[in-house]
């Protein structure tokens, strides 16, 4: 089983649905991180949480330390919102590594 | 700001061949991070450089090398290229040794192996 599993693997969404990617971990951690990655290959980090909630325009990320499980949600979701989303965790041992889940394919539909 | 740079963007090589990769972290940051993206594998942590040493490495043989100059800058080699090599190779990099620090990411190295 993977330290970092996400749901779903595909996403399919019509423009302006509201969309939850999940993440669930097993390891402890001292950061999660989720990160979007285009066509092409670049990774853009959107957040990094350690507790809590953090909002940026149309995104929130959560995360629920005792469940060890974190949401990204996209409101209002418009087709450059496609891409790969991708959960990565940092363990509490401080290796400094990043432990990456599957990653979440999302295609915005017009 | 610049952001976090590699070259080259894209780098064939033949199998048993050497591929060195660079990085240039973003201006104050001193850890560099090297990761591996192969297809259908998802990313995987490679090394971990800061002020010039290596702090960790991954589950990755010993041809997969690099070191992290004084301007912090760092290079990958991998030494004699297997076809499995064949990967887009990330490199990020962030500031302070605590390593929770947040990771900015460079566009990558697309490393092909004939």
């Known amino acids: 089983k993977n330290e970092v599993e996400q749901s779903p693997q595909n996403l399919t969404a019509q423009e302006g649905e509201f969309i939850t990617i999940n993440c669930s971990y097993s390891?402890?951690?001292?950061?999660l991180h989720w990160l979007q990655q285009h066509p092409g290959g670049g990774i853009v980090s959107l957040f990094m949480l350690s507790s809590g909630k953090k909002k940026h325009g149309r995104l929130i990320a959560t995360i629920n330390i005792q469940e060890k499980h974190s949401s990204l949600h996209i409101t209002a979701s418009h087709p450059r919102d496609s891409a790969v989303y991708i959960c990565a965790v940092r363990s509490s041992s401080n290796t400094g590594k990043l432990i990456f889940g599957q990653g979440t394919t999302l295609q915005v539909k017009p | 700001e610049a952001g976090v740079t590699q070259s080259p963007t894209h780098l064939i090589k033949t199998r048993g061949q050497q591929a060195t990769l660079r990085c240039s972290p973003i201006?104050?940051?001193?850890?560099v991070y090297w990761y591996q993206q192969a297809l259908g594998l998802g990313l995987q942590f490679l090394l971990w450089y800061d002020e010039g040493e290596e702090r960790n490495r991954g589950n990755f043989p010993p041809r997969f090398s690099g070191r992290q100059f004084p301007n912090y800058s760092s290079e990958l080699n991998v030494n004699a290229l297997e076809l499995e090599d064949s990967a887009l190779y990330l490199c990020?990099?962030?500031?302070?040794?605590?390593?929770?620090?947040?990771?900015?990411f460079g566009p990558g190295t697309r490393l092909t192996v004939l």
């Open positions: 201006s104050g940051h001193t850890s």
């Open positions: 390891v402890g951690i001292s950061a």
């Open positions: 990020a990099s962030s500031w302070g040794l605590a390593g929770d620090n947040e990771q900015f």
